[in-house]
């Protein structure tokens, strides 16, 4: 059964919409929300949607209000879908008790591990439940690109790379190259597939180019001033080492003095706006 999706909220963004929504997911198995920008030219026809996913921590809500992305999507006839980071409304043990795992932290992939597999299957969501519905009940094409931040920037290249049919281009910001070589991942990849790190390739963009996943490009921004970088936790040599053994084209930008947050992906969301707009245009 087709869930119907309910509108919480809806704001004018020049020009276009941002629309809040709330529907049941029966692959995550609880109520979510999620947000869309649409751009003035869906009142006349279906658009293309950019895909974004979000980092540790956030909601449908820090890409929508931060990165200051609605004004060239609008001129781009360009929608954006902002998923959630993890399901939500489940109570599981420990599930709220860090900000790294659990809720904020889906890590975009399908969990195998009690108690988490009941819930936690965020690849599934983002990568078939919830485009089949927002295509069915919005005012978009089937044409997508997907981006995301951090766990999500890493989200992005594995949703891509498992899928180069369904996306026409990814990007990412500052995203986790390596998540089985880095505390966030290892404990996100412990908790949710277990300790047998054999299952944790399908689910780590450098493992997967590493295994032949191919996509036609990527392209990355990278702030030299993260925080996270310096901790080890993004790794983008170990992407550039990939991509170089697999003959796969990257273009890995290092931005000076930039930091981890949303100033940076504001600054260069443009640029990777316009990038995407250009594939999906040539691939209409
Ligand atoms: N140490 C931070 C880590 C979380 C963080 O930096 N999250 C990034 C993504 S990895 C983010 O986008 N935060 C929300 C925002 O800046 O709006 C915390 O405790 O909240």
Redesign the pocket.
């Known amino acids: 059964m087709t869930s119907m999706l309910t509108e919480v909220s809806a704001n004018r963004s020049f020009g276009g919409w941002h629309r809040r929504y709330r529907h049941y997911s029966s692959v995550l198995d609880c109520e979510m929300t999620f947000a869309v920008y649409l751009p003035p030219a869906a009142e006349v026809r279906l658009v293309p949607a950019l895909w974004w996913l979000?980092?540790?921590?956030?909601t449908d809500e820090?890409f929508m209000q931060?990165a200051g992305a609605h004004g060239v999507a609008a001129e781009l006839g360009m929608a954006i879908v902002c998923p959630d980071t993890s399901p939500r409304g489940t109570e599981l043990p420990g599930e709220h008790d860090s900000?790294?795992f659990g809720s904020g932290a889906g890590f975009y992939l399908n969990a195998t591990r009690e108690p988490w597999n009941a819930h936690y299957r965020m690849y599934d969501y983002v990568t078939r439940e919830l485009p089949a519905l927002v295509e069915e009940q919005l005012p978009l094409t089937d044409q997508k690109s997907i981006s995301g931040?951090?766990?999500?920037g890493h989200g992005a290249l594995v949703c891509a790379l498992r899928n180069p049919e369904l996306f026409s281009s990814v990007s990412a910001f500052a995203p986790v190259c390596n998540p089985s070589r880095c505390p966030w991942g290892v404990k996100a990849f412990s908790g949710y597939l277990g300790d047998d790190r054999e299952s944790w390739k399908e689910w780590d963009a450098c493992e997967l180019i590493r295994g032949g996943a191919r996509v036609k490009e990527l392209l990355v921004d990278q702030g030299d001033a993260d925080n996270?970088l310096a901790d080890g936790q993004l790794q983008p040599e170990a992407l550039r080492d990939a991509c170089e053994q697999a003959r796969l084209p990257l273009q890995l930008r290092t931005q000076p003095d930039y930091d981890?947050?949303?100033f940076f992906i504001a600054s260069f969301i443009e640029d990777h706006l316009r990038h995407h707009a250009g594939v999906l245009n040539a691939t209409r």
């Open positions: 979000s980092g540790l921590t956030c820090n931060k900000y790294d931040h951090s766990m999500g996270f981890h947050s949303y």
